[in-house]
């Protein structure tokens, strides 16, 4: 396996979202049922695109993974990357959907962002997609 990140130090320079830091690792050999992954980060953060003042939520990622799952330091360093990065709470969670699905083809991902509440409204938008779907 060639990972980028995984048993490196690595320095990074958080300048907005970036998917290259995404590695994928084999997925392990289901032989009964289905193999369900649930990743939650709660401690992400962006900027409001409005004000430039920091947005803050977690992030909930599920998948059945087929082949690939993601390999957690980079998708640490992957959400990380967002702190720099302008960007609306539901174009957040599409994009993280939708660099997953690039990278893991996986069998179903549901991408939750459960983001603090401004102004008093709460936001949680999901991204979810099913393998079969028009890309």
Not at 81 to 98: D, L, M, P, T
Not at 105 to 131: D, L
């Amino acid at each position: 396996m060639d990972l980028k990140h995984l048993g490196h130090q690595v320095p990074h320079i958080f300048v907005g979202a970036d998917a290259t830091l995404l590695d994928r690792v084999p997925a392990p050999e289901v032989k009964r049922g289905t193999l369900e992954v649930t990743i939650v980060g709660d401690e992400f953060t962006s900027l409001c695109p409005a004000t430039g003042g920091p947005d803050f939520g977690t992030i909930n990622i599920s998948y059945h993974p087929d082949k690939w799952l993601v390999e957690s330091k980079s998708l640490k360093l992957y959400l990380e990357s967002y702190r720099q990065e302008g960007i609306f709470h539901e174009a957040i969670v599409n994009q993280v959907g939708n660099h997953l699905v690039d990278l893991l083809a996986p069998v179903s991902i549901n991408v939750t962002g459960n983001f603090k509440p401004r102004g008093g409204w709460a936001i949680v938008p999901t991204f979810a997609w099913y393998a079969g779907e028009d890309d």
